[in-house]
């Protein structure tokens, strides 16, 4: 029975990457990751495929309002990595674009649909961008963190 429940934060990360993995190249989006992103992090020597996209829960908050109502503010980290002999900071870059385009059409995002009305996020927050900066070429590796209110 455990195995069966999932919390809201696990539902969250699972429905952003469904939406993650629909970037397949086609317009509006400029690159592919072919399926191939999960929730949870790996490292770095786990790849064999690139791009490889992962989408981790971090820290949650909470903020009390009136009549019993409470917001959670929960973080969001995107890892992307990605190998190009060429430009890596580029691909990573549109990469990365696509990823945030992602974000800002699923502001709100539904996580759970087995409930009426749905459960969604109220929005999604693009708070940072990170690279390596070229350093580990031809490999790139970015970070976006997000900050989800639902």
């Known amino acids: 029975m455990a ?3 999932r919390t809201a ?3 969250i990360v699972d429905a952003l ?3 993650i993995k629909l970037i397949d190249g086609n317009h509006p989006y400029n690159s592919n990751v072919f399926n191939n992103c999960h929730g949870g992090m790996i490292f770095l020597d786990e790849i064999q495929e690139f791009p490889k996209v992962c989408v981790v829960s ?3 908050a909470r903020e009390y309002q009136p009549n019993e109502f409470k917001w959670r503010f929960l973080s969001l ?3 992307v990595y990605v190998e190009d002999q060429e430009d890596p900071q580029e691909v990573l870059a549109t990469l990365m674009e696509d990823i945030e385009r992602v974000i800002d059409d699923n502001d709100v995002l539904i996580y759970d649909d087995t409930v009426s009305p749905n459960l969604t996020t109220t929005s999604l927050t693009l ?3 990170s ?3 070229g350093a580990l070429a031809p490999l790139g590796i970015g970070e976006m963190t997000l900050e989800c209110r639902y």
Do not use: N
Request: no cysteine; proline share 0%; glycine share 4%.
């Open 17 to 19: 990457v469904e939406k």
């Open 58 to 60: 971090g820290d949650e």
């Open 131 to 133: 690279t390596d900066e």
């Open 77 to 79: 980290d995107i890892r």
């Open 3 to 5: 195995s069966q429940y």
């Open 127 to 129: 708070q940072s961008l």
């Open 9 to 11: 934060r696990k539902r």
